[in-house]
Nanobody, 122 residues
């Protein structure tokens, strides 16, 4: 069983930045691809970004390319999501997830965190 705990969310003005962290409680963190998803009120959960188990490859949804950056530190069992140039439409609960492969579909991931709220004011 892998437990994931997100942190770093908050309230920020448009154009601002946040850094989300997701800490995993497993010694096998380096075996998992990691991803970030987000869910805005009244909307479905959407893919945001993902990174392979070794951090070599990343993937982003088009709306965040050039603004967000996913990274990981396997020595700290932690994955990060740097959010820059934030827009009001980025407001959502952000979830991290762990799975065997880097995919864009939520059902490909086996473990999920509880989420952290990001609110961007205009």
């Amino acid at each position: 069983q892998v437990q994931l705990v997100e942190s770093g969310g908050g309230l920020v003005q448009a154009g601002g930045s946040l850094r989300l962290s997701c800490a995993a409680s497993t010694r096998t963190f380096g075996n998992y691809a990691m991803a970030w998803f987000r869910q805005a009120p009244g909307k479905e959960r959407d893919f945001v970004a993902a990174i392979t188990y070794n951090g070599i490859s990343t993937d982003y949804t088009d709306s965040v390319k050039g603004r967000f950056a996913v990274s990981r530190d396997n020595s700290k069992n932690t994955v990060y999501l740097q959010l820059n140039s934030l827009k009001p439409e980025d407001t959502a609960v952000y979830y991290c997830a762990a799975g065997p492969f880097m995919r864009r579909r939520g059902y490909d991931y086996d473990y999920w965190g509880q989420g952290t709220q990001v609110t961007v004011s205009s």
